[in-house]
């Protein structure tokens, strides 16, 4: 399948082939089949926002033993490890130095 350049927003879950504003954090080239993955993974990480927040009126549960928030950090490594496997230079340039996938960003 034919690789298409893309541009990704983390904080909305936009994937977009126009730029358009602020919507160009990283830029990406990308199958149809990797973007469906893509933003499967954005809705995933939404599902576990969600969670989370019903968690938060919970009082007497503390934040380190939360698993709606493992989970959506989990999520957020998977779809920056994504965004640098698929990203050009610069998005892996960036991805690297904030450190978000550690030494295993391969």
């Known amino acids: 399948m034919e690789k298409k350049k893309y541009y990704v927003e983390i904080g909305s879950g936009e994937i ?3 730029k358009y504003q602020n919507n160009d954090s ?10 469906t993955m893509l933003r499967a993974r954005f ?3 939404d599902g576990s926002a969600n969670d989370s927040f019903w968690r938060a009126h919970v009082p007497i549960m503390p934040y380190h033993h939360d698993r709606p928030n493992d989970h ?5 490594v998977d779809v ?3 965004l640098y ?4 230079e610069t998005t892996k340039n960036h991805i690297e130095s904030i ?3 550690g030494d295993n960003h391969i």
């Open 16 to 18: 977009s082939q126009i």
């Open 26 to 35: 990283f830029t990406i080239y990308a199958t149809d089949d990797e973007v």
């Open 43 to 45: 809705r995933n990480m």
């Open 72 to 76: 959506y950090d989990s999520e957020m």
């Open 80 to 82: 920056y490890r994504m």
């Open 85 to 88: 496997e698929l990203g050009d």
């Open 99 to 101: 450190g978000i996938l």
